[in-house]
């Protein structure tokens, strides 16, 4: 598979450059752990990594992933909770922050993202994140209330004033049935 036809492979390219060991570290989206192993393996055993979802199948899932990476010294806090709730366990700033919305790849498809949550989440993180911080959003909206969600992200995001941050969004021009929508966000002060 190429570098362009997986995303998050892409996003991940994307972040490496930014992240340093010793960063701190948010997956807002825990899913099935991918992007909560890419985050400890990036800022290492000098940095730490909190990993958020509602769903216990996601918590269990990830930790199958730390044990089978072989990650059990990394400063990884797993929080049962929704991302929402950011602000009430992260104290200081952060460096980067990733976030996948929809729904659990095998999980549940019932159980999404939503525009109010999600919208509190990037608030937060944009509140926490330090200068020079990125943010990355996939949007995956080919389930029901995907595109809803979609459009109040993006609205959101574009209310905000480009002096506070810089957003971008990439998207495949090309591919049919709601292609991933990936959006960069760098502060700026």
Same mark, same amino acid.
């Given at each position: $598979?190429?570098?362009?036809?997986?995303?998050? =492979?892409?996003?991940?390219? +994307?972040?490496?450059?930014? /992240?340093?060991?010793? =960063? /701190?570290?948010?997956?807002?989206? $825990?899913?099935?752990?991918?992007?909560?192993?890419?985050?400890?393996?990036?800022?290492? /055993?000098?940095?730490?990594?909190?990993?958020?979802?509602?769903?216990? +199948?996601?918590?269990? =899932?990830?930790?199958?992933?730390?044990?089978?990476?072989?990650?059990?010294?990394?400063?990884?806090?797993? +929080?049962?909770?929704?991302?929402? #709730? +950011? @602000?009430?366990?992260?104290?200081?700033?952060?460096?980067?922050? $990733?976030? #996948?919305?929809?729904?659990?790849?095998?999980?549940d498809p019932a159980i999404i993202t939503r525009p109010k949550t999600t919208i509190k989440a990037i608030s937060h993180m944009i509140q926490l994140l330090k200068p020079g911080g990125i943010i990355s959003i996939i949007i995956y909206y080919g389930h029901?209330?995907?595109?809803?969600?979609?459009?109040?992200?993006?609205?959101?995001?574009?209310?905000?004033?480009?002096?506070?941050?810089?957003?971008?969004?990439? @998207?495949?021009?090309?591919? $049919? #049935? #709601?292609?991933?929508? /990936?959006?960069?966000?760098?502060? =700026?002060?």
């Amino acid at each position: $598979m190429s570098l362009l036809t997986r995303v998050t =492979n892409f996003v991940q390219i +994307i972040l490496k450059e930014k /992240i340093k060991q010793g =960063n /701190i570290a948010i997956d807002a989206t $825990m899913g099935n752990g991918n992007d909560t192993v890419f985050l400890a393996r990036s800022v290492g /055993i000098s940095g730490k990594v909190y990993s958020f979802d509602v769903q216990e +199948i996601a918590l269990r =899932n990830t930790k199958e992933k730390i044990t089978e990476h072989h990650l059990k010294g990394y400063d990884i806090q797993l +929080i049962n909770d929704g991302h929402e #709730n +950011i @602000n009430q366990y992260i104290e200081g700033l952060v460096d980067v922050v $990733m976030f #996948n919305l929809g729904y659990l790849p095998k999980g549940d498809p019932a159980i999404i993202t939503r525009p109010k949550t999600t919208i509190k989440a990037i608030s937060h993180m944009i509140q926490l994140l330090k200068p020079g911080g990125i943010i990355s959003i996939i949007i995956y909206y080919g389930h029901e209330g995907g595109k809803e969600e979609k459009e109040a992200v993006l609205d959101f995001l574009k209310g905000i004033p480009k002096e506070e941050i810089t957003v971008i969004e990439s @998207n495949y021009t090309n591919h $049919m #049935n #709601n292609p991933p929508i /990936i959006v960069f966000i760098e502060k =700026n002060k």
